[in-house]
Antibody
């Protein structure tokens, strides 16, 4: 069974940084691209970033480009999102998700439960 | 990167069919056969219902079907059931390793 468990969310002040992690199990993590998606409570889904199986190919949404960095450690079966220069608008539930293939262009097939990030002074 | 356009709401009675549209541009929906649909019940994890425009993952009932014409993709739910009531999101590849979601459609089973 595919399982994705996010962690690292919490309260952060504007301008500060936060690092999210996602632990994967139930599939061969090395073979799949991974994504981060967020959802402001009561609003829609917003795709943020994707990373190919070998980290060679990366994509970012304009809203986070230059502030957020996606990375992975295949040996640890883990995905990360480094979030810098946080703003109030970054407050959301952050989902880790798996792509249907190893290419960062592949759309999502499985989702984690999400970790909540609140940016407030 | 504007969100794909979905109607905010859709509804139908049990047993009826309902179609949800997802309109983008030639740079996303119209440019690739890479459109997915997700079902999202409140408090639950989004679930993949359709991928590659019209393919159903294992375990998804054949009451759910997808199609695309030009820059608009569609999800049709036939034989509506109470458990189909949820938020539905479309997603498309948008080139250069980017993806985009629709704004979501709240499906109500009357």
């Amino acid at each position: 069974e595919v399982q994705l468990v996010e962690s690292g969310g919490g309260l952060a002040q504007p301008g500060r940084s936060l690092r999210l992690s996602c632990a994967a199990s139930g599939f061969n993590f090395n073979d799949y691209a991974m994504h981060w998606v967020r959802q402001v409570p009561g609003k829609g889904l917003e795709w943020l970033s994707s990373l190919s199986w070998n980290s060679d190919s990366i994509g970012y949404a304009d809203s986070v480009k230059g502030r957020f960095t996606i990375s992975r450690d295949n040996a640890k079966r883990s995905l990360y999102l480094e979030m810098n220069s946080l703003t109030l608008e970054d407050s959301a539930l952050y989902y880790c998700a798996r792509g249907r293939s190893g290419y960062s262009s592949s759309l999502i097939d499985y989702w984690g439960q999400g970790t909540l990030v609140t940016v407030s002074s | 990167q504007s969100a794909l356009t979905q109607p905010p709401s859709a509804s139908g009675s049990p047993g009826q069919s309902v179609t949800i549209s997802c309109t983008g541009t030639s740079s996303d929906v119209g440019g690739y056969n890479s459109v997915s649909w997700y079902q999202h019940h409140p408090g639950k994890v989004p679930k993949l219902m359709i991928y590659a425009v019209s393919e159903r993952p294992s375990g998804v009932p054949d009451r759910f079907s997808g199609s695309k014409s030009g820059n608009t993709a569609s999800l049709t739910v036939s034989g509506l059931q109470a458990e189909d009531e949820a938020e539905y999101y479309c997603s498309s590849y948008a080139g250069t390793n980017m993806q985009i979601f629709g704004g979501g459609t709240k499906l109500t089973v009357l």
